[in-house]
């Protein structure tokens, strides 16, 4: 092992075949040693080196003989004065930003605080004892893989549908995994899995965070752990927990496998990732990475004391976005995941936080700005979680171009509209159409808005539609944690219910919401085991629920929901009337006078200016014109498709829709109707100006039949 100067880039652990060159930024740090480590658990420090070399505040040295598998971290030296900012702590083995394996879990042992625990002063004194015996061990690795041809599948924005999981959540009880792939990596590439996903019509697998994360002590204490992977502390390192194969850099070429298998086929990886906060927390969090190696550089403080953290995020503290290395770090992260891991996109949690250059949400920030001119970045799938807890967070429809956005105005107006609740039936309209009062006015289109009703936070489908309040008590905080609103429509019994009307209706609403986002403009996004009817049994804040309260229950699950909804997903595939790229225009389609859309009252009557204003209003027809737009050239849209005419009726008793007349249509059929699951095959012609049925909370698709 011959140490030479090496070089300040790339920063991280790269090893080139016959050694390793090391680099650390930290611009305030005194001096930084590196330790390597051996032994059977990886605790054994077998050298400690002092970096000498230091060139624009990045550290580093280079070490001949060293190879992947090799066991690594820092102590950086420095000023301990937390009233200024200042937390270096030589005694704390520190993880290294950029490693791209991480040998454990963090545990909750006292030596990862930085200062005594209980002290009276509590953070204000630093505490010597060590902390690499409980400490991960960042690992050097080998960057060589054989991709065997893959390459992105570039679906369409308009042509994607959306599957959020969890790695561990998908796939923990499928029988038909062998049980050392449950809950893996390799259990999400696993035959039976893609098989599902494929005859679901899915395009883009969203999984939540794989970034090596941490259970907050918190938890621990308490016998739970984070589940959910939102307290990031590795952004270049998939979590070992997932990994079948083993923990010294056999995780990365797991990854790998899964991302190639997922795109031969045809499904894309879309990551959700956590660039706002870390697991650090906030002033007495433990001292992991970040903290120790320049805190008031990675982190926003509070210019008033800066002992303390600001919090946009809810987690004790917010990356330091206005910083040229943590603003480094995260789009060296970014284009990590891109080229060397092949990723397809990202969901940016609490995308809010890193708008905010002083203490207002900016959407010229200079994140978005080196996003935008990144010329591998700028071509890949961005979506923001548009809201942070921080003041003036709330900012959907506010993010520039190239990015779609959770639209959760979307999913609160369409739980509202199948609860009957009084509202403009415009906001409506408008979210089915993909939200243009939202995004076409910043040159966006349709595709801008991600629909979703549900999503990991918060109910599942099934209890939406079962459950009048939380029931989080297995989260051991008497319930005081998660949502209080429950914003859909149910029969005020919860949980199982021996009435069979109850059931039915509970039923026929999850087929509703279904029905509703698959036939909306904009990208769909379905959680995983929602057409299965998962349940979480009430709990709406699952996120340290590493159990059957979380795991997709493949054995107990609703067969008939299922294959209701791989027909929706099939009637959106086969009609691009349903996914279309540009915005309605208003404007008849070739060789006819008919519009693109039209809107309907119950009476057949097209809507005017005074129908969509009134509160009561709860049911509307909707003609889709799928034929050619006139005038192409100007913004249209050259579609040739079939015409369909769609009826909500979100009232509780049924009503009869007079369908429209000439020259709307000849004939209509019935093609889907969420109070008969499952059609005849021969449905029977319906006469233009005749009276169709539609029963209470129930939707109903029409194909024109000439």
């Known amino acids: 092992m011959r140490p030479r100067p090496g070089a300040p880039f790339p920063l991280g652990a790269t090893w080139d075949g016959k050694g390793v060159n090391f680099a650390l930024a930290s611009e305030g740090a005194t001096g930084v040693e590196l330790c390597l480590f051996g032994g059977a658990q990886g605790n054994d420090e077998i050298a400690r080196l002092s970096l000498t070399e230091r060139t624009c505040g990045v550290w580093h040295i280079y070490l001949e003989g060293i190879d992947p598998g090799q066991r690594y971290g820092y102590r950086v030296h420095g000023e301990y004065d937390p009233a200024r900012g200042k937390r270096y702590n030589c005694a704390k083995l520190l993880i290294d930003p950029y490693a791209r394996a991480l040998d454990r879990t963090v545990g909750g042992d006292e030596t990862l605080f930085g200062y005594p625990l209980n002290h009276p002063d509590q953070d204000l004194q630093s505490d010597d004892s060590d902390s690499k015996d409980a400490m991960p061990k960042s690992v050097v690795v080998d960057p060589s893989y054989d991709w065997q041809g893959d390459r992105p599948l570039g679906i369409p924005w308009h042509e994607t549908i959306i599957y959020e999981a969890h790695v561990k959540g998908l796939t923990a009880r499928h029988p038909?995994?062998?049980?050392?792939?449950?809950?893996?990596?390799?259990?999400?590439?696993?035959?039976?899995?893609?098989?599902?996903?494929?005859?679901?019509?899915?395009?883009?697998?969203?999984?939540?965070?794989?970034?090596?994360?941490?259970?907050?002590?918190?938890?621990?204490?308490?016998?739970?752990?984070?589940?959910?992977?939102?307290?990031?502390?590795?952004y270049f390192a998939p979590d070992t927990r997932y990994a079948s194969r083993g923990s010294l850099g056999q995780q990365v070429g797991e990854f790998k496998d899964m991302v190639r298998i997922l795109h031969a086929w045809g499904i894309e990886v879309i990551l959700d990732v956590v660039y706002n906060?870390?697991?650090?927390?906030?002033?007495?969090?433990?001292?992991?990475?970040?903290?120790?190696?320049?805190?008031?550089?990675?982190?926003?403080?509070?210019?008033?004391?800066?002992?303390?953290?600001?919090?946009?995020?809810?987690?004790?503290?917010?990356?330091?976005?206005?910083?040229?290395?943590?603003?480094?770090?995260?789009?060296?992260?970014?284009?990590?995941?891109?080229?060397?891991?092949?990723?397809?996109?990202?969901?940016?949690?609490?995308?809010?936080?890193?708008?905010?250059?002083?203490?207002?949400?900016?959407?010229?920030?200079?994140?978005?700005?080196?996003?935008h001119q990144d010329p591998v970045l700028s071509q890949v799938k961005l979506i923001a979680e548009p809201w942070d807890v921080g003041s003036g967070g709330y900012q959907v429809g506010n993010f520039p171009v190239l990015w779609s956005e959770w639209n959760g105005k979307y999913r609160d107006c369409v739980r509202d509209y199948w609860r009957g609740s009084e509202q403009r039936l415009a906001e409506f309209a408008f979210r089915l159409t993909g939200s243009s009062d939202l995004y076409e006015s910043s040159g966006r289109a349709p595709s801008a808005s991600i629909n979703f009703v549900t999503c990991h936070d918060g109910f599942t489908l099934r209890d939406l539609v079962s459950y009048e309040r939380k029931h989080n008590e297995a989260n051991l905080e008497d319930n005081r944690d998660g949502s209080d609103d429950n914003r859909s429509w149910n029969c005020g019994v919860e949980g199982p219910a021996p009435d069979l009307a109850i059931n039915a209706l509970r039923s026929r609403q999850q087929r509703n919401f279904l029905a509703t986002l698959m036939l909306s403009q904009g990208v769909p996004m379905l959680l995983a085991g929602d057409e299965l009817g998962r349940t979480q049994l009430g709990n709406n804040n699952a996120y340290c629920q590493d159990n059957e309260i979380s795991w997709i229950d493949w054995d107990h699950s609703d067969q008939e929901l299922l294959a209701f909804t791989r027909r929706l997903i099939g009637l959106r595939t086969d009609h691009p009337v349903f996914r279309r790229r540009r915005w309605f225009q208003g404007r008849s389609v070739r060789g006819s006078a008919l519009h693109d859309i039209a809107w309907f009252k119950p009476d057949g009557r097209e809507m005017g200016e005074e129908d969509w204003n009134v509160g009561q209003a709860k049911s509307l027809g909707v003609f889709l014109n799928g034929g050619e737009i006139a005038t192409p050239g100007s913004g249209g849209e050259r579609l040739t498709d079939d015409t369909f005419y769609v009826i909500f009726n979100a009232h509780h008793e049924a009503l009869d829709f007079v369908l429209p007349n000439h020259p709307w249509a000849d004939a209509w059929t019935k093609v889907l109707d969420t109070h008969e699951p499952a059609l005849s095959s021969g449905e029977p012609r319906h006469e233009p100006g005749q009276a169709i049925r539609v029963e209470g909370r129930s939707l109903v698709l029409l194909r024109r039949s000439g």
């Open 277 to 371: 906060h870390t697991a650090e927390g906030d002033h007495l969090g433990p001292t992991l990475c970040f903290r120790g190696i320049d805190n008031a550089g990675y982190y926003r403080l509070d210019p008033d004391n800066p002992r303390f953290y600001l919090d946009y995020t809810g987690t004790g503290n917010t990356l330091n976005m206005r910083s040229p290395q943590t603003l480094k770090l995260v789009m060296d992260s970014l284009r990590y995941w891109v080229l060397e891991m092949h990723i397809d996109g990202f969901r940016f949690d609490l995308a809010a936080a890193l708008a905010r250059e002083l203490h207002d949400v900016d959407k010229l920030a200079a994140f978005f700005d080196i996003i």
């Open 176 to 234: 038909e995994i062998p049980a050392p792939l449950r809950g893996t990596y390799r259990g999400v590439a696993s035959e039976p899995v893609l098989r599902y996903l494929k005859e679901l019509g899915i395009t883009a697998l969203e999984l939540m965070p794989v970034h090596h994360f941490v259970t907050e002590p918190r938890l621990a204490r308490r016998g739970l752990t984070n589940y959910w992977g939102y307290n990031p502390v590795g």
